[in-house]
């Protein structure tokens, strides 16, 4: 079945720097989606891509999907305290299910 | 954009009993879903539910275990059976609105199991 790997598992930054998490798929997807996680929350969706080359931004937040339709990457620019959480990727076929990456855990110090 | 609430929102449960979560939405949905989350991990699905019909349960997950209602458009409810230690988690009520596949999720079940 359909596999989505993220990386890396976790971040640790000094408030400013950037930071980027990948998602790769086993298949080729017909759109994915990216959820963030505040510590003791729920996921909260961020945004979907659908188009092959697809890239979306969101103020600092910045969300491509591969030519392929097998990847994606979500950058943060600048990030800041307010970004911390865990950060997964979703990814759907022709079917209704989403397939969750493992996420990615940022941490970020003032 | 849907708002969600489940009950309960943690529990301690006693091995060999069992658990019924609910989850209530704000509007009409005709796809809630289930999921479990365990603690530093991600969300794995355990069934969907449709309004009228039996739910579909993943890989690894039987009604046994985890039977599912879904009397109407607003309301499921997750059954926990038969509980041992190795359900302690959290599970999260899922629904998806419209035509998009924006998911929106409730607050989540915390359940530990003695």
Redesign the interface.
Not at chain 1, 41 to 45: A, K, L, M, R, S
């Given at each position: 079945?359909q596999q989505v790997m993220q990386i890396p598992q976790y971040q640790h930054v000094q408030e400013g720097e950037d930071f980027t998490t990948y998602c790769n798929s086993s298949t080729t997807l017909s759109?994915i989606?990216w959820y963030k996680q505040r510590p003791g929350?729920?996921?909260?969706?961020l945004i979907?891509l659908v188009k092959s080359g697809e890239v979306k931004k969101q103020k600092r937040l910045t969300f491509q999907f591969g030519e392929a339709k097998k990847n994606s990457s979500l950058h943060i620019t600048a990030t800041q305290t307010t970004d911390v959480g865990t950060y997964?990727c979703?990814g759907?076929n022709s079917g209704?299910?989403?397939?969750?990456?493992?996420?990615t855990?940022l941490l970020v110090t003032p | 954009s849907a708002v969600i609430s489940q009950k309960p929102s943690r529990d301690i449960c006693q091995r060999g009993t069992s658990l019924t979560i609910q989850c209530q939405v704000d509007s009409q949905v005709t796809?809630m879903?289930w999921y479990r989350q365990q603690p530093?991990?991600?969300?794995?699905?355990i069934a969907?539910a449709n309004q009228g019909s039996e739910a579909t349960y993943?890989?690894g997950f039987v009604i046994d275990k985890f039977p599912i209602s879904r009397p109407n458009l607003t309301f499921s409810t997750l059954t926990v059976s038969n509980m041992s230690p190795e359900d302690s988690s959290i599970y999260?009520c899922s629904v998806?609105t419209g035509g998009?596949?924006?998911?929106?999720?409730?607050?989540?079940t915390r359940l530990t199991v003695l």
């Open positions: 079945g759109n989606q929350g729920h996921p909260v969706f979907q997964f979703a759907a209704y299910a989403l397939n969750f990456g493992k996420g855990s | 796809m879903f530093g991990q991600s969300l794995t699905l969907t993943e890989s999260l998806r998009f596949n924006e998911q929106f999720f409730g607050p989540g």
